[in-house]
C-alpha cells in the first residue's frame, strides 16, 4: 500500500506539472503576443488565423484613390439587367 500512495503522488504530481506548462504554455503563445499586440493602439489588429499583428490600412490607402470618390459603376442604369427586375 505505501508504494501505491508514493507512485501515485509522483503520477499526480506529473500532472500538475504537466498542467501548469500548458496552461503557461498557452498563456505565452496565444494570450500575451494578443495583449501586446491590442497595446500597441487603435492602428493594429490581431488575427487570430495566422496569429498575427498586423496594421490596419484603409482600401483608399492601398488603392491610393482620394477620399469620398464616388465608385465608377454608380450609374444606375448600367446596372439594371434582367436579372435586377
Not at 17 to 23: E, I, K, Q, R
Not at 53 to 59: A, E, K, L, M, Q
Not at 76 to 85: D, L, N
Amino acid at each position: 500500500m505505501k508504494s501505491n500512495i508514493t507512485r501515485l503522488q509522483k503520477i499526480f504530481f506529473c500532472v500538475f506539472l504537466a498542467s501548469c506548462l500548458g496552461v503557461f504554455a498557452y498563456h505565452y503563445f496565444y494570450v500575451w503576443p494578443k495583449q501586446r499586440c491590442l497595446a500597441r493602439g487603435p492602428g493594429f489588429s490581431w488575427a487570430d488565423k495566422w496569429m498575427k499583428c498586423g496594421t490596419v490600412y484603409s482600401i483608399e490607402t492601398i488603392t491610393q484613390r482620394p477620399l469620398k470618390v464616388p465608385p465608377l459603376n454608380s450609374d444606375p442604369k448600367k446596372m439594371e439587367g434582367p436579372s435586377a427586375k
